[in-house]
């Protein structure tokens, strides 16, 4: 009897260890761009048919991880990495098919700025820095579009996932990890991958949250705590900080932060898969495919041991069918109600967010539209952080939280341009942002060199948000001066140097956008002010001499058609700016002829009046990783004006000027009445932010203006020989501007060869009369 016990009782243990399946789990390490090796790890498990029943991660371990949970194979997480959105995510910069430029204003050679904030019960003045160098919104928002509706599907348990997940953040206040195991996953793995100064910290369970691989960087620890899987594979793409280099910074602020993780799995638990990952930085996202097949090469040397420790297997077809039941489960999203934190924020502020995002409708919108009311709030420049997240209610759509705060109201701005020519220049400019229902903004811009000095306020306010409606009003008084700021002795085409011109003017625009959705916004505009040239007709002049002076009042109404979608100031590489505009100019001008003028009389009453009709454009297109192709295209179709003598009539004729330099120089080849302009512009990138820029544009005026043998201006006959244009620039666009090495070609000037050195932004508030 006490036989049969004995072999009955072996029997049932024979049988439960049969019946009893064997579990792996698979942990991720940290390691910025390095971690994109996961992949490939996960790509030959799954090629041997090695299940994967746990996985966790910690910062871009935890990423992959989280993909993979959700249901993410190897190939469609390839997919999504190689993608210009998680270009654009990784970058901080919005999806091309989102982003909005509807509350851009005119370029200004802002380098560097803050924001600031007058505390009138400590009387003193607080700053806002800079806690982040790559903008969240983008990635932010994407987390929500990747992770919402497979957060929902789990009923906001980790454990419910396709593939139960865990993911270690870091508490720097109370300097421990922090694992997170319900909730939103894209909030948990967003809060482990946040590594300081790089991204901006979120907050959860009011903790403030960074990059986990500060106090865990490896959580084989966590796996065993939380699942206890019978077999663990460990993937290691990063060390333990090394000695930091004195220009390093995130490997300083690793050795700060960052405590010793355990990287020794005992061999009874499982293997390490690693490798060397010399030479390869944070955000070198680009070496995708080579992380990949690393990856990929280093766990198949281990899979022979792998192999012979798992017994289990999943074919592809079983894993295939897992990943549909999930997806099968997870709903569409669709949003409900918005809440915004903190409640305090004041109704007028809470309007303009909610009828933002929603586009004023009342009704449940979609993720896209949401998507590109989000871009808006931020675009709008108000919010500082402008954190989402998502849970579904009770009727299966979502509510969107968004956590808010403010940007500081008042920001200075200080730039300009440091050149090897006489073209230097200063920037201050000043700005107060007034957050409300129908916010508006004040601008001041002054800028002083020896070619450019001018002082502009401005004023913008929204009135209406569905349709969004606008209007602006500015006030400029700028002087062109082409004797201080000459950058030859002699000058192009054998004008005299000492020109300058002055002009102060007033303008109101009210506006719309005509497409919401590719920033195309339409204008309308009056311009009203007057300008003064003064001038003398030769170099051989003296301190006795009196120049010519030629001034001209006008009111000129407009109707403008324009959108800039361009990602750099100057030397753009992708984008498009274009522009329409019709308008007719009311203008009486007066002359006084000077001692160097013989044979001109002075004239007080010349009317000429122009009507104007010109289109810009500006269009770039991505060939492929190192060429892009811009094209420059510009039509002007206008009435002849004439004014008292060729040199005012030259400076009020509409010109060509597609480079930055060609704008600092009066060039009386390139103007005319009408005229007909093209250009291309291959583009050469050594890096994202290197490339070479180079220009070859050719002017066609229908009639040229010609000089009379008294000094008045007169015209040509029909299509004359027109005039190339070319222009090479080598170009770093830094964090805070450009600086470039450049050539400027003018085959029919005097001086055919304009090379120069910058740092900074050539730019300049528009003329009057080509608002």
Known sequence: MQVKKITATLLAVLISLTLHSQSVGLVLSGGGAKGLSHIGVIKAL?????????????????????????????????????????????????????????YRRDATPELFGATFNFSRKEKKINYTLPTNLISPYPMDIAFIQLFASSSAAAEYDFNKLMVPFRCVSADIVNKKPYVLRRGGIGEAIRASMTFPFAFKPIMIDSVLMFDGGFYNNFPW???????????????????????????DLLAQLENMMMVETNYNIPPEKGVLIDGDYTNVGLLDFEMLDAMVQKGYELAMKNMPEILQRVRERRSA????????????????????????????????????????????????????????????????????????????????LFDMTIRLSERQPFRISIGGNISSSSLNQGYIGLEYRHFSLYPWKVFMDMNLGKFYTGVSLSLRQDFSIKPLLFYEASFTAHRFDYFRGSQTESYLDKLPTSIEENEVFGNIKVGSPVDLNRSIIGKFSITAGRNSYSYYLTDNFTSYDIPDRTGITYVSPSLILERNTTNYRIYPTSGIKQRLSLGYAFMSAS?????????????????????????????????????????VAELTISSRVVLGDYISTLITTPSFQPTPHSKTLLLKGYRANSFLAVGVNPIFHLSNSVFISTLFSYFQPYRSLIKNSNGTAGFSGSFPKGDFMGNIAAVWQS??????????????????????FNIGLLLFKNKSLNN
């Open 46 to 102: 799954e090629e041997n048919n090695i299940p994967i029943d746990y996985v966790a991660g910690t910062s871009m371990g935890a990423i992959v991880a989280g993909l993979y949970s959700i249901g993410l194979s190897p190939d469609e997480m390839i997919t999504l990495f190689r993608s210009d959105e998680f270009k654009s995510w990784q970058q901080g910069q919005s999806e091309k098919m989102y982003e909005t430029h509807i």
């Open 221 to 247: 620890d966590v796996m065993i705590k939380d699942f206890n899987p019978d077999y663990i594979i460990g993937a290691k793409c990063s060390t333990n900080p090394t000695e930091p280099d004195t220009d």
């Open 317 to 396: 077809k079983e894993l295939s069918e897992k990943r549909l039941a999930f997806r099968l489960k997870t709903p569409q999203v669709i949003f409900d109600n918005i809440n915004i934190i903190p409640d305090t924020l004041r109704k007028g502020k809470r309007e303009f967010i909610i009828n933002t995002l929603t586009n004023h409708k009342k009704e449940p919108v979609s993720f896209e539209m949401l998507k590109r009311g989000y871009n808006r709030v931020v675009a709008s420049g108000f919010v500082n952080t402008f954190y989402p997240t998502a849970r579904m209610n009770k009727d299966s």
């Open 591 to 631: 002359y006084f002829a000077g001692s160097t003028s013989d044979e001109i009389r002075s004239d007080t009453d010349i009317i000429n009046n122009r009507l104007k009709l010109n289109f810009f454009s500006e269009v770039y297109h991505s060939v492929n990783k190192w060429l892009t192709i811009g094209s």
């Open 735 to 756: 964090p805070v501007g450009p600086v470039s090495i450049s050539a400027s070609y003018y085959p029919e000037a005097d001086v055919k060869w304009y090379p120069q």
